[in-house]
Each structure stands twice: as structure tokens, then as C-alpha cells.
């Protein structure tokens, strides 16, 4: 697919649009890019220690040492009976927040989801804290040895999910398109007995809805699994080969994410996103909101089709209403999508790819500050 820039990309993006839904009323155009702005993340790290008993109280004046030395703001408090270890973030700007929350046992050992330190693990533990620092919550995909993967094996899974899907899988079945997107037989996907169950039984017949274009393998599968209500994890098998693990939805604890922390700024990531544009809309369908805007910002816009179905919302149904103004994209869609409680995110895929997840809004209570 070509390409469009400037107003008359943007008026024949429309015009095509026009065509197959005579009420939309549109006028927008995009200015002439500019050099990119917007500084690195910057990332804050907090953590909160829950203490399991009076004997684990003991340890947490030294580890509170600890982490001051390494510059990192704790607190410390008893655990009720619900807590548990967590990583929560939150990204504002160009800020990035990431709080810790640590069970600290008897033994004076802290645990956190994933990495458990010793007093004596100082060195461990920076290198952790660095690389939350850089690249967020979910780790530097270089050295997570996750789904007990060994470092290099997840650097094999990542470095083939990272080439981009050979096709659009647009309009094809479920196992049409996963075989389209040509795995090696060194990493071929398996569905697990539930998955294979919940597709006979639910969606024989539905059709990949999105428009993936060419994003990497990695996003792609886990975007169309979740049409399905699937998604997947890398596993090793006892033979030692590898392999793509397909199953329902919340079978597993990690499954593999719908798009990636950014690297860089939302403005230097994605500047359209953020430019001011003249915008009009007069009963436009949402569903052909996002299309357009997809197209002229350059930008996917790609709806989490199954959380979408489960709240009851119908895109085609929803309209969108804009007096004339200006405004940018990251805005227009804030708006237009945040009355029927959708949200969306802005996220990169494993070739740093960027693209915008509108999902469902769950409004997330930590647990840090449960009475």
C-alpha cells in the first residue's frame, strides 16, 4: 500500500471512505513534517516493602541502607493477608514511574515478581534497577530470561518474532493466518488442547479483523490470538527445542505482551501522533474514524477486537461528533473513544515499530495504598 502525505493523502483517504458511508463529514489535513521532538523518558523507581512478621521487620532498616545508597525511594510496611509482589508503571510525558512492591520474608530476603535478592546480591540488584530505569516495567528483552527460557534462547524467540509478517493477515481465519506468517520449524506454534477447544467451539468462521500491515511476526500473533480470546508464551520442550505455546486467555501467569515499552519519548516515538491538525467531524462511525486517522497519521490504530466485543460496544454504531478546531490525533482519539470507556496506548512492536492499542479502560488500584 502507498503511502499517503500531506492534505491530499488525507482528502483521498476520505473520499475513498465517503464512498461506502455517505454521512461522513470530514475535513482534516496534516502539516509538513517536522524534525522529531521530545526528550528521552526519564524513569523514576520507588519501592515498598511489605514485611511478612516481626522477624522480617528486623531486616528492613539494612535493606532500606541499601536501596538509599542506590538512590531509590522505599518504604517499608506490614503485609496483609491479600498482598503480593508486584511491578506497576505509569507513563506521563516524557516521565515513566515504576514502583516496586517486595515481599520481605523471614530470612531477610526480598522477593519481587520474577527476581528474589540476598543481602549479599547488591550487584544483581543494581543491574536490575538500571535496567527498569531504561527500558520500564517489562525489562530489556536482551536479557529476560523468561517462560524458562535461558538468555539466549529468548534472544532466538525475540530476534524471530522481530521480522515482519510476510503478509496482512486481514480477512483470513485463524489458521490460515498463522500459517501465512511462516514460522520456522525451529519455532512452530502449537495451540494447547483448551485453545484448540475454545476455536471449534466459539470461532470457527471469524475472520482476522485488524489491519496489521507489516508489524513484527511477535505483535501480529498476539494481536490476532486475541481476537480469539488466545494468546501465547515461548516454551522450551523436554527435548530442548522451542516453541510457540497458544492457549486461552489468563491460563498463564506471562503471556507474550501486545506491544512493548517505549524507548524514546511519545513525541520522537511517534511526532504525527502529536501534531496539531485542523479536524471537523459531523456523525462519523468510529470504526472509520480510526481507519482515517490510521491512514494519515501513518500511525496503526488497532482495536483489541475481543476485550472491545465483551464490553458491549459496537464501533460501527458509535459517532463521533467534532466542531471545527484544531487538535492533534493523540487528542481527537482520546476523545473519541473515552466515553464508551475505552483507552488507548501508544506502544512499539519488537522492531520498534510504534502503534496505538485501544482496549478497554480497567482502572487499577495498587495495592500499596489499600487500606
Known amino acids: 500500500m502507498k503511502r499517503f502525505s500531506g492534505t491530499i ?4 483517504i476520505l473520499a475513498l471512505l465517503l464512498q461506502e458511508n455517505h454521512c461522513l463529514q470530514a475535513q482534516l489535513s496534516i502539516p509538513k513534517s517536522t524534525k522529531p521532538q521530545g526528550a528521552p523518558i526519564k524513569t523514576s523507581v520507588s519501592v515498598t516493602l511489605l514485611m511478612e512478621n516481626t522477624s522480617s521487620a528486623l531486616f528492613a532498616q539494612e535493606w532500606g541502607r541499601i536501596f538509599r545508597d542506590l538512590n531509590i525511594s522505599i518504604q517499608t510496611r506490614r503485609s496483609s493477608g491479600d498482598d503480593k509482589p508486584e511491578i506497576e508503571q505509569n ?8 514502583r516496586l512492591i517486595g515481599i520481605l520474608d523471614r530470612r531477610g530476603e526480598v522477593q519481587f515478581p520474577g527476581h528474589k535478592f540476598a543481602r549479599k546480591d547488591v550487584g544483581k540488584l543494581k543491574e536490575w534497577l538500571n535496567e527498569l530505569k531504561t527500558y520500564g516495567a517489562q525489562g530489556s528483552p536482551d536479557s529476560k530470561p523468561l517462560w524458562g527460557l535461558s538468555a539466549d534462547q529468548f534472544r532466538t524467540v525475540f530476534a524471530e518474532l522481530s521480522e515482519p509478517a510476510p503478509v496482512n493477515v486481514q480477512g483470513m481465519s485463524l489458521k490460515e493466518a498463522i500459517s501465512k506468517l511462516d514460522f520456522p520449524k525451529t519455532l512452530l506454534v502449537r495451540m494447547n488442547i483448551d485453545a484448540e477447544k475454545r476455536v471449534s467451539e466459539k470461532y470457527q468462521d471469524l475472520k482476522v479483523i485488524p489491519d ?3 508489524l513484527a511476526k511477535g505483535t501480529v500473533l498476539a494481536i490476532l490470538l486475541k481476537q480469539y480470546g488466545l494468546e501465547f508464551y515461548p516454551s522450551r520442550t523436554p527435548s530442548g527445542s522451542l516453541e510457540l505455546v497458544v492457549t486461552p486467555i489468563g491460563s498463564v501467569s506471562s503471556a507474550w505482551p501486545i506491544g512493548w515499552e517505549l524507548k524514546e519519548s511519545r513525541q520522537k516515538t511517534a511526532p504525527r501522533f502529536f501534531q496539531l491538525i485542523p479536524v471537523e467531524l459531523t456523525n462519523v462511525p468510529l470504526r472509520d474514524v480510526l481507519l482515517a486517522a490510521s491512514k494519515a497519521s501513518g500511525i496503526p490504530m488497532i482495536v483489541d477486537e ?7 460496544v459496537d464501533l460501527d454504531q458509535v459517532k463521533v461528533n467534532i466542531s471545527k478546531k484544531r487538535t492533534t490525533w493523540g487528542i481527537l482519539i482520546r476523545n473519541a473513544i473515552g466515553r464508551d470507556g ?7 512492536d519488537e522492531r520498534g515499530q510504534p502503534f496505538i492499542w485501544i482496549t478497554v479502560f480497567v482502572p487499577k488500584v495498587s495495592s500499596a495504598i489499600r487500606k
Open 306 to 312: 475481543y476485550a472491545v466485543q465483551q464490553k458491549g
Open 9 to 12: 493523502g488525507v482528502c483521498l
Open 91 to 98: 507513563v506521563r510525558g516524557t516521565f515513566r514511574e515504576v
Open 342 to 348: 475505552l483507552t488507548r496506548k501508544l506502544v512499539i
Open 212 to 214: 496489521l500491515g507489516k
